[in-house]
């Protein structure tokens, strides 16, 4: 990796203390005047295995859904998270798709006529709740789109009292330029709860980096170059954010786009 590729790198993940928070003002009139991707409807279902069922019996899920969405020639982007670095409560798994809203209906009509098979044996493994978020894309590398495993960082946050969003929101436009100016090999992206979440924070910090690689020298600049120090510094300035967790995303289902 170029010098200025793990630079950026790097302070891409201090930096997510403010990213998060910046892509908020979407729901701003301040925003708005900005140009911007539209956000896309986030699809997650939120599973706890059940008693005497593993992580395997989890991602053995994964292909069957994929062949279920490949017959019904359905062309959502959809993903698997499996945990990688997380402890403590909360989904042992979890399933997101993303596509149009205007999608929806077509999504669930779908998986209601025809998967019975397949949500019969989801719910033989595990128990599953959903959500419906929504999800704008800041950055996003053309290496991701033949990669088929990666590691997604997670966080919830919550803006600090008294920051506008629209000065957050300059800050998360500049770190887009620079991580795309340092061909950083993963995506940045923000998720907003808007339905059936049961998380307090505003939003989530969704960050997704393309191989283990990546994922050790983003490490590595936090923990051996200080990165902890400005992280910690714009978290008291910025937003306030939960320790992040790393999950490994299977692609399970692409469309066309992806």
């Known amino acids: ?33 900005e140009p911007q991707q539209q956000a896309v409807a986030q699809l997650l279902t939120f ?36 945990p990688m670095f997380r402890t403590g409560e909360g989904s042992d798994f979890f399933f997101m798709n993303f596509l149009p809203f205007n999608g929806i209906n077509d999504f669930y009509g779908t998986i209601q006529s025809k998967a019975a098979k397949e949500m019969a044996a989801t719910s033989e493994v595990a128990t599953c709740s959903r959500a419906l978020n929504n999800y704008r894309s800041l950055y996003y590398s053309p290496t991701m789109r033949e990669n088929d495993v990666a590691y997604m960082h997670l966080s919830t946050c919550t803006r600090n009292d008294g920051v506008e969003w629209s000065s957050i929101m300059e800050q998360a436009q500049g770190m887009a330029a620079r991580l795309k100016e340092g061909e950083f090999k ?57 320790r992040p967790t790393i999950w490994t995303g299977t692609t399970i289902n692409r469309s066309r786009a992806n």
């Open 1 to 33: 990796m170029k010098i200025n590729t793990l630079f950026n790198a790097g302070m891409f993940f201090v930096a997510l203390f403010l990213l998060p928070s910046s892509l908020m003002a979407a729901h701003h009139e301040e925003a708005e005047a």
């Open 47 to 82: 599973c706890r295995l059940n008693e005497g069922k593993t992580m395997q019996d989890a991602q053995a899920l994964g292909p069957m859904w994929g062949r279920f969405f490949k017959k019904q020639d359905m062309q959502q982007l959809a993903v698997l998270g499996t």
């Open 186 to 242: 993963g995506l940045l992206g923000i998720s907003f709860p808007q339905y059936g979440s049961q998380m307090e924070a505003e939003f989530i910090r969704f960050v997704v980096m393309e191989d283990l690689n990546v994922l050790g020298q983003v490490a590595d600049y936090y923990a051996n170059q200080r990165g902890w120090e400005q992280a910690e510094n714009y978290g008291k300035t910025h937003a306030q954010c939960s």
